[in-house]
């Protein structure tokens, strides 16, 4: 018997429509049965791709006697933490408050006024480890609210004040700065990561290591304004840059058969990956290895850019035209027949032997780091690719041959909702990606995942013409997941990168557009909120709204409205734009001076301002040189315009009857030039 789960759009929440537990969505429905009951709830977060989420699934939510328990002492919430980050968030930074630590699933008490009052993660059916079994804590929990329903009261009062009190710290900072601060906060920042890389494997910190994808953007960022500048550079970002690229490309964390990057590498040497595919993480490394291509001319990024595109083309892009969340780590064993995380990818060396041959099979199983005892679990090992092969011809043919024996396992699940920031940040990267490469493929399905944005999202919730929902399934919006800051700021983005690079000036006023509505809406005091001040609070105690400066796995929401702010106002002139967005800044500088690792997103938009805005105009003729070279641009505060219709083409002319470039730099503006490497120069377009 279906659940209330079974029209969801979300594919986790879709998985658990079968369950004997009677779960809820989030909604207020479920509130008022459990005050009508007297019953607290239980709310459990997770997400399709998680490998703990699918064991705790099966090894409690699927027993039917555990499912009893649940039913008959608690009312049971069941979210996606893609589709509804705020509460995510809030009830995440409850578990750490609880327990010193986090992670999915995560699962959580709360009162009838959703306040949490008790949290762990992940519990097993029996004992284990130190660790109660489920049933255990279901039994005591039930005990505790029925007769000691004081010590609920003040357990749920005491997080609700650290969370509300620690809001309060970050929207009531100071709105005033100076171009030092922001120069010292940048040497900072390139300090500060420098003492937590790993100078052997490449990447910051140790085990487990996640694609930093956003520290490298601010990297390079910063490489390519001292490069402009003729600046003294510091040996350590390149180092930093080109050891971590390589590393992660050469890693099992990298797919070696079909590209595309696994989730994080569960050990420091970038060779175990835990096997789930995620949308944001390819998108964010597909810039990366296109814009570290565009810095060095390095083969290759090059390489890896164009396979991690052609991978998220060919696997993630559903038919509506956007891009699917993520592939699953877990699939059937097609030997076993059991369900098994990396069953998909890891091979045996017999495996490959019988794809291969004896000969060949000997030569990939030296290249790739095959072992008999295995890399990874069951005497299975990850691909890797340590060295260049000795013919590439060869391994391209053989990796063929590998891919194709693995189209025949059982693939990993596909969470094929339409997340709007991962769209945002996907069509960004491929137009970045496009751009440098010269392929018009990749920007097309850029466009048409754009197009998906703007039809299907936004103001799909007639209450908020102005606001992205969220999420989307097969062409069907999520009007109970409205978009919150990051999806306003990232898809803002996506249409500034459109703008530029099909000069449809239509997609600059869209972008506008998502600003605004993050103007009017989510600000609170001298700071920005994660949700909308006209949407239903996660909880109600709450005396601020949720805010979070610091980056997670995509940028957060803060840094990214400051970044599309300073872009839009660049190309439309908006000066009053820019002064809004500059007036959040100030939150930022400690946490890029200190704390960069998780403010990467912050630090390369500090490097942005610091270069910006640095407008060029070409106007003339469509296609030509001095057109295409616009694409090749490294200068972090750059933005251009070639369209006929956009405001920073307006009263220029053309000279000489050649194609003419105008640049402006902080308000002060060259002579327009026709000359190639005039512009090349102005604009740090090496190659």
């Known amino acids: 018997m279906p659940n209330r789960l079974a029209d969801s759009t979300s594919p986790y929440l879709l998985q658990h429509a079968e369950n004997p537990v009677d779960w809820y969505p989030w909604s207020e429905e479920a509130f008022e049965l459990a005050r009508t009951r007297d019953v607290p709830i239980f709310l ?116 609700m004040e650290h969370i509300g009190s620690r809001n309060e710290l970050i929207v009531k900072s100071k709105s005033d700065f100076t171009r ?17 890389f790993d100078p052997i494997n490449g990447g910051f910190g140790d085990a487990p290591k996640f694609p930093p994808s956003l520290a490298l953007e601010f990297l390079l960022r910063t490489q390519a304004l001292n490069n402009l500048n003729s600046s003294e550079s510091d040996f350590r970002i390149l180092q930093m840059i080109e050891q971590t690229c390589n590393a992660m490309a050469r890693g099992g964390m990298y797919d070696q058969l079909s590209g595309g990057f696994a989730r994080y590498s569960v050990d420091a040497t970038w060779t175990v990956p835990h096997f789930e595919k995620m949308l944001y993480d390819n998108a964010q490394l597909l810039s990366i290895y296109a814009h570290l291509y565009r810095l060095t001319g390095d083969e290759q990024s090059l390489r890896i850019t164009t396979e991690t595109a052609e991978f998220l083309i060919r696997e993630m892009q559903t038919s509506e035209g956007g891009f699917a969340a993520a592939l699953d780590a877990d699939s059937i064993d097609f030997e076993t027949g059991h369900t098994e995380e990396g069953a998909f990818y890891a091979w045996t060396p017999k495996q490959i032997t019988d794809v291969l041959g004896t000969v060949d099979a000997d030569w990939v199983i030296q290249l790739c780091n095959v072992t008999t005892e295995g ?25 063929s041959k590998l891919l194709l024996s693995r189209e025949t396992r059982p693939r990993p699940g596909r969470d094929d909702k339409i997340v709007a920031s991962w769209n945002g940040l996907t069509i960004r990267a491929l137009v970045d990606a496009g751009s440098i490469c010269s392929r018009q493929d990749w920007i097309e399905c850029a466009t048409r995942a754009g197009d998906l944005l703007m039809s299907k999202h936004l103001g799909a919730d007639p209450a908020h013409p102005s606001r992205l929902v969220r999420v989307s399934r097969d062409g069907k919006a999520g009007l109970h997941a409205l978009g919150v800051l990051e999806d306003q700021a990232l898809v803002a983005s996506a249409f500034l990168a459109l703008a530029q690079v099909t000069g449809d000036d239509a ?49 957060s929401g803060w840094a990214a409205t400051i ?102 730099r902080g308000f002060v503006c060259d002579a327009p030039t026709t000359e190639l490497q005039v512009l090349k120069k102005s604009i740090g377009a090496f190659s």
């Open 180 to 196: 030092e601060e922001i120069s010292y906060a940048i040497t900072s920042g390139i300090e500060s990561l420098s003492l937590s």
């Open 375 to 399: 890399t990874f679990e069951h005497g299975k090992s990850v691909l890797t690719l340590h060295q260049d092969p000795t013919d590439w011809d060869r391994w391209r043919n053989l990796r």
């Open 507 to 555: 997609w600059r006023e869209l972008s506008g557009t998502l600003l605004n509505d993050i103007k009017d809406h989510f600000q609170q005091g001298s700071g920005l909120t994660d949700t909308a001040n006209d949407v239903e609070p996660v909880a109600k105690d709450v005396a601020t709204r949720q805010v979070d400066p610091t980056d997670n796995v995509t940028p």
């Open 44 to 159: 459990s977060v997770g997400y399709s791709a998680c490998h703990w989420c699918h064991v705790m699934a099966h090894e409690s939510f699927e027993n039917p006697s555990v499912a009893a328990l649940m039913n008959e002492y608690f009312v049971n919430i069941k979210v996606d933490r893609e589709e509804l980050p705020a509460v995510d968030s809030l009830y995440m930074e409850a578990t750490q408050a609880m327990t010193g630590q986090g992670g999915w699933p995560n699962s959580v008490w709360l009162d009838h006024d959703r306040r949490p009052w008790y949290a762990g993660t992940y519990f097993p059916p029996r004992p284990s480890h130190g660790m109660p079994s489920f049933t255990q804590v279901l039994l005591a929990l039930n005990d505790t609210w029925t007769s000691e329903r004081e010590r609920v009261s003040d357990s749920s009062s005491r997080i």
């Open 563 to 664: 970044d599309a702010a300073l872009t839009y106002s660049a190309l439309s002139g908006d000066i009053e734009m820019r002064t809004w967005a500059e007036t959040f800044i100030p939150a930022l500088i400690p946490l890029v001076a200190s704390h960069t690792r998780f403010a990467g997103w912050g630090s390369a938009m500090f490097v942005t301002w610091l270069d910006g805005p640095r407008e060029v105009a070409v106007v003339g003729p469509h296609n030509s040189e001095l057109q295409t070279v616009l694409m090749k641009g490294t200068a972090p505060g750059m933005v251009y315009a070639w369209g006929d219709e956009q405001p920073l083409i307006q009263n220029r002319k053309v000279l000489d009857e050649k194609a003419t470039a105008y640049v402006c």
